[in-house]
């Protein structure tokens, strides 16, 4: 007998009763035909039950990995269970890009697309507005395409999905001609210089990230840039008191910089700069759970004031806390929902009971402001005060309603949030 499935972290044991590989997409669709509760597991890297079921869960790594490049279209079609490591080494080697990824290459592209996943950049949208078009199979097996351009389709609910409306077998992505990045990180950047300058620091390039414990006055910029846009160089060795640093860094102070992208300015292709974390080396700590929460870009400078003030809190569970923005989206359940947002990020220890009074303490301070937690991680959020939060909600719930009327791809997490009527 196999041992159950469990999460990247180790902190979710998934119940499900069966765990399916199917090697072509007409298997998928016997094995979604045949059962009454289903649902797909990507990477397996989200921390809370999103991705579970107490019916059958599949995998879709067994399936023909296929990278369909439609040059004149500017779109790739990529097999759902594909790494974004896969395809963007691909997309690189044939000419093209992504206009942005995560802070990790490993994980899935469906995966990471259903719970709104996202990099960092003033001017960048999360990972989810690159699809034009989404292929799943439905209810009873039966395949399903959805495209943008089809405005009956409502792409724009349906990519967010939280893997609630069948399992995507393939993803249609905008793609762009390739470029290179050059990587800067600075170090010891005080809390208040952060505050002050947060609009220079994150607009100061492409993508931005800062990370911090919330109280030393050593916070790290994280600055990438592209070289074929202009202002492409780094800011001084003095940056709002900030200096350049002197080797290879890693988030986590006391993880090797080895482990990480290129820096120090080298330029490289924009797959091996604009993910933090290189595909061979375990991304983060790997021993970690994460929670996130986005909020109003112009409510950052408040937030920083909440965080500092819970810094002596914060500080024992926490290994690293990273601050990104997020560009405004039109997705409906996107937690940058038509706002400009910045993103707080915990990577907490590996302690559930002593990290959740103290997320429950920031959460309590920080969702007021407008925060919306990220659909991979931790919160203390009760479901209905988390989907209270989404305008578009209701629409969601009739766009699963009718993709899938009997609920076969709903699971605990999905009826918390939307409960079942009858
Ligand atoms: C070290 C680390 C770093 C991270 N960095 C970032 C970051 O930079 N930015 C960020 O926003 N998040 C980040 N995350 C969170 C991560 O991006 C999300 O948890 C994401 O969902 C992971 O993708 P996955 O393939 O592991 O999905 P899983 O956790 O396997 O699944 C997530 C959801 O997607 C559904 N799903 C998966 N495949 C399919 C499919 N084929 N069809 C339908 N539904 C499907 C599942 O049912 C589930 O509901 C990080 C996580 C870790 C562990």
Redesign the pocket.
């Known amino acids: 007998m196999t041992s159950p499935p469990i ?3 180790g902190n979710v044991t998934f119940r499900a009763r069966q765990v399916h590989s199917p090697s072509s997409v007409e298997e998928l669709r016997q094995i979604v035909a045949s059962s009454q509760s289903i ?9 809370n039950l ?2 579970d079921t107490e019916g059958d869960l599949v995998r ?1 790594d067994g399936l023909p990995p296929r990278i369909d490049i439609d040059r004149r279209a500017s779109t790739v079609t990529v097999a ?2 594909l790494r974004y490591a896969q395809v963007a080494r691909e997309l690189h080697q044939e000419g093209f890009a992504l206009a942005n990824m ?3 290459p490993q ?2 592209v ?3 697309v ?6 960092s950049g003033n001017g960048l949208r999360g990972l989810a507005t690159a699809v034009a078009g989404l292929r ?1 199979v439905g209810p009873g097996g039966r395949l399903t395409e959805l495209r943008r351009e089809n405005p009956q389709d409502q792409l724009a609910g349906a990519v967010i ?3 609630a409306l ?4 393939d993803l249609t992505l905008d793609i762009e001609p390739s470029y290179d990045v050059a990587q800067w990180v600075y170090d010891g950047l005080s809390l208040d210089r952060l505050s002050d300058g947060f609009d220079e620091i994150s607009g100061a390039g492409y993508s931005v990230s800062v990370f911090t414990d919330w109280h030393a006055d050593a916070a790290q910029i994280w600055l990438k840039t592209r070289t074929d846009r202009p202002g492409a160089g780094r800011p001084g060795d003095r940056w709002l008191g900030a200096r350049p640093a002197d080797g290879p860094r890693h988030p986590i102070p006391t993880m090797p910089g080895t482990w990480c992208t290129v820096q120090s300015g080298i330029p490289g292709p924009w797959h091996e700069r604009l993910p933090h974390f290189r595909p061979d080396f375990t ?2 700590s790997g021993a970690e759970l ?1 929670s ?1 929460l986005l909020l109003p870009r112009a409510a950052a400078r408040e937030a920083f004031v909440v965080l500092r003030d819970l810094g002596d809190r914060i500080r024992p569970c926490l290994q690293i806390s990273e601050v990104r923005t997020v560009a405004a989206d039109d997705l409906w359940l996107s937690p940058a929902y038509r706002q400009d947002s910045v993103a707080l990020h915990f990577t907490w220890n590996e302690d559930t009971a002593a990290v959740l009074p103290v997320l429950a303490a920031i959460e309590n301070r920080l969702v007021p402001l407008g925060g919306r937690p ?1 659909w ?2 931790l919160t203390t959020l009760v479901p209905e005060d988390v989907i209270g939060r989404y305008e578009r909600a209701g629409d969601f719930e009739k766009l699963m309603a009718q993709h899938d009327p009997a609920g076969v791809f709903r699971n605990g997490f999905v009826d918390d949030l939307f409960p079942r009527t009858s």
């Open positions: 999460n990247w972290a649902r797909a597991l990507g990477t397996g890297h989200s921390f999103v991705a879709l759902g269970g995560a802070s990790l994980i899935s469906a995966g990471a259903a719970t709104g996943t996202h990099g799943l999905g939280l893997g069948g399992i995507v077998t991304p983060s994460q996130e990220h991979g991680k």
